[in-house]
């Protein structure tokens, strides 16, 4: 063989083993952080986003460290308080007032000093309460002052503060302790009860009238995807005394029976006047529950790549996108939340923020009848869970920590909490073939910036989108997934959902997901000084409140706005909010009816 042919072989040999070991190298590895740069975007902002940026962990200590030395009482940790303690419950950002954010920004006013809202739980008082202060400045706090008037209008009694994580731990030991052993041959005949095989879940509101502090507690079977596996006895636990060693049961349901408590249950089950529904023990998978694919995938899913490296920038908590640019951050209580939403470097809404999920539900069991869940009050920032590479969001995505301070004294962090990504649409934005006269084609990619979180609230995985669009329209877009909330098939239960088990009702429900949208299109009078033709508003900045109310029959959208102008007190003021909670925010035109479009129901 010529020399010059075995060289040229050996060179491309060499070649070949050299990528195949890069590529065994790099397996699993996450993507090299050397890579292209997005082109240069024009960044006017010089760090002024950052009035509105979360706390920083460093941040939180210090206004920890600073109430536990100037409040004069004893905080214990959330983590481990029981209900007759002090103790912090959360500590977030405080966002400065509009009007002294806008001076900052656009009237070169000063810098509005940095704060932070730090709620406690104060049970060891001749007045237990709940109290909110405003701590600053940050880094170095020196003063606080107490916001719960100026807030609610008055103090907050102790009685409607949200539940700890602790609180839900001492529930459970008390239902452990002293709750089971009072009914011992039900639970471990009927219920096959040996101290770990059952799970509770919490109903809410917890009461029916002001003061009450009682919650029904439905007891399913402690496996993988609980939520659909109840065993048909819910329990109704009086929490309203500070001291854990009351608490007491005041109702117990089991299918489809109501007893004065577990005593009484028991005495009827040891006469045998109970009807007995034997559940069968699920595996600890869950079985029809398990998250466990069923089969292999028989091919590996496409992959969106960046030839030339990702189209935006993030910086702090500055992101730009081609026109676009806004500031993020993520609130304890309520999520993902933008700021200073500009378009080509004019501000078109000054917040637009997740406000809150609802659920209503529907049952012939008290635990599902009675539930209107809430998840502000639970934290749906707080339970922003970790995002997986390629699943939750593409694998190029870029992808942000979250740091929060809720339920402890102590800093966490949420991993991968938030994603930002540009993704094709998979259609053209434009685009024309001509055959006739002349022959030409023309067209143009259609993409858009998703910024996205997914909250995991009990059963239900959350997942909250804004997409900024080339066309300038910004989307918000939540998606439900995770488990459905069940309750235990007996009796007529099929008027209250659809069986999905055995001996599991797939209950009716109504999920209402809010919105605040606080557009700014066109500027404001107070700021300019001048007549601002903000749709017919003399200038004022248009708030909406927006509610997708999805029913378990008949799926609708509500939209509702205020402004200062009555006019503005319309069912359409120029978003679209149905399907996929889309709401084109940035029409330059200010006619409300001419851009108006009728909601469809969700699909």
């Known amino acids: 063989m010529h020399m010059k042919t075995v060289l040229i072989l050996l060179v491309l040999a060499l070649a070949t083993i050299f990528a195949l070991v890069c590529v065994l190298l790099t397996r699993g590895r996450a993507p090299s952080t050397c890579q292209h740069q997005p082109p240069e975007q024009e960044d006017t902002d010089g760090g002024r986003s950052l009035v509105f940026a979360d706390l920083t962990p460093e941040e939180m200590v210090q206004v920890v460290r600073y109430l536990q030395a100037n409040l004069g009482v004893q905080l214990v940790d959330a983590s481990r308080a029981k209900p007759s303690d002090n103790c912090i419950a959360s500590v977030d950002v405080q966002v400065p007032a509009k009007a002294e954010v806008l001076r900052f920004l656009d009237g070169g006013g000063a810098r509005p000093p940095r704060e932070a809202l730090a709620v406690l739980y104060f049970g060891n008082q001749p007045d237990p309460n709940i109290t909110e202060y405003v701590v600053g400045p940050l880094p170095t706090p020196a003063y606080h002052r107490d916001v719960t008037v100026q807030k609610y209008g008055g103090k907050v009694p102790y009685h409607r503060r949200p539940t700890l994580a602790v609180e839900y731990k001492q529930v459970a030991g008390f239902l452990k302790s002293q709750v089971f052993p009072t009914a011992l041959s039900f639970m471990r005949q009927v219920m096959e009860y040996d101290g770990a095989n059952l799970a509770a879940l919490t109903a809410a509101p917890r009461g029916f009238q002001s003061g009450d502090r009682i919650t029904w507690f439905a007891l399913f079977q402690n496996v993988s995807g609980f939520f659909v596996h109840p065993v048909g006895l819910e329990v109704l636990v009086d929490h309203s005394s500070l001291d854990i060693s009351r608490w007491a049961v005041s109702r117990v349901f089991y299918n489809g029976q109501y007893y004065r408590d577990m005593v009484q249950l028991e005495s009827a089950y040891v006469q045998g006047r109970v009807s007995v529904e034997k559940v069968r023990k699920a595996p600890w998978d869950g079985d029809f529950s398990s998250m466990k694919p069923r089969a292999p995938s028989a091919a590996l899913f496409p992959l969106q790549y960046e030839p030339q490296g990702p189209r935006y920038s993030v910086r702090s908590n500055l992101v730009l996108f081609q026109a676009w640019s806004f500031a993020f951050g993520m609130s304890v209580s309520t999520g993902l939340r933008l700021f200073d939403i500009r378009h080509k470097g004019e501000r078109v809404a000054y917040e637009i923020s997740v406000q809150e999920a609802l659920s209503v539900y529907g049952s012939n069991c008290p635990g599902g009848m009675s539930t209107r869940y809430m998840d502000g009050s639970f934290g749906i920032g707080r339970y ?184 503005l007190d319309r069912r359409s003021a120029g978003l679209s909010l149905c399907g996929s909670v889309a709401a084109a925010l940035l029409r330059k035109s200010c006619n409300l009816d001419a851009d108006s479009r009728a909601a469809k129901p969700l699909q």
Not at 472 to 498: C, M, P, W
Request: hydrophobic content about 40%; aromatic content about 10%; charged content about 15%.
């Open 384 to 567: 922003t869970s970790p995002l997986v590479r390629g699943v939750d969001c593409p694998y190029l995505a870029m992808y942000l920590d979250v740091h929060y301070l809720a339920h402890s004294q102590v800093p966490r962090i949420s991993k991968n909490a938030l994603c930002i990504f540009e993704q094709n649409l998979g259609s053209p934005l434009r685009r024309h073939y001509s055959n006739l006269q002349s022959l030409y084609y023309g067209g143009l990619v259609n993409s858009a910036l998703v910024v996205r979180s997914i909250a995991t609230v009990g059963n239900y995985d959350y997942v909250w989108d804004f997409i900024f669009y080339q066309n300038g329209a910004i989307e918000g877009k939540v998606q439900a997934t995770g488990y459905l909330s069940s309750s235990f098939l007996h009796g007529d239960g099929l008027r209250y959902g659809n069986r999905v088990w055995e001996h599991t009702l797939g209950t009716i429900h109504t999920h209402s997901i809010n919105y605040k949208v606080d557009l700014d299109v066109g500027g404001m009078a107070e700021q300019t000084g001048r007549h601002s033709p903000v749709c017919g508003a003399e200038g004022a900045s248009l708030m909406l409140v927006l509610a997708l109310l999805v029913t378990w029959e008949s799926p609708f959208c509500i939209l509702t706005a205020r402004g200062k102008a009555g006019q």
